[in-house]
């Protein structure tokens, strides 16, 4: 019995280290494809709520407020299925290969973008203005309204 265990310990020895060092050292590089922190471009975003209805977390909740549609991220409920990321017509919706996520507020885990968009005058849902000059100018008469 003995023998069996000094001979265990030394094939174990033998081995040398087979573990990262990794809190106290640096990460290793994640593998290519892997799905990490989820972003937002605000800037390409179109405000179609297609990552809304995709998310089987249901993580993004959707507001339209006047001529803005907001967009709220909330990341704790985020399972990284990346199907937001996958049904996102302009590539505004993408994950990252950011996985050190620990945060002591929950702020730090909530993406909060709003889009100006312009309102159809029969049934008042939002849709994208055509130019950002459209969107320039539905600021513009969104300011001079709330005056």
Avoid at 119 to 147: I, K
């Amino acid at each position: 019995m003995l023998r069996s265990k000094l001979k265990e310990a030394w094939i174990c020895l033998k081995a040398g280290r087979v573990t990262l060092p990794y809190p106290l050292g640096p990460a290793p590089a994640p593998p290519e494809g892997f799905r990490g922190k989820l972003e937002v471009d605000a800037e390409a975003c179109i405000g179609c709520a297609a990552c809304a209805n995709a998310c089987p977390s249901r993580l993004i909740l959707i507001a339209d407020q006047g001529y803005r549609r907001t967009l709220d991220f909330y990341l704790e409920r985020c399972t990284y299925c990346a199907r937001c990321a996958e049904v996102c017509p302009e590539g505004a919706v993408f994950l990252t290969p950011e996985f050190e996520l620990a945060t002591g507020s929950r702020e730090d885990l909530h993406i909060h973008v709003e889009v100006y968009m312009a309102t159809c005058r029969r049934c008042g849902r939002c849709y994208r203005p055509a130019s950002p000059l459209d969107r320039l100018m539905l600021t513009g008469m969104r300011d001079g309204q709330e005056r």
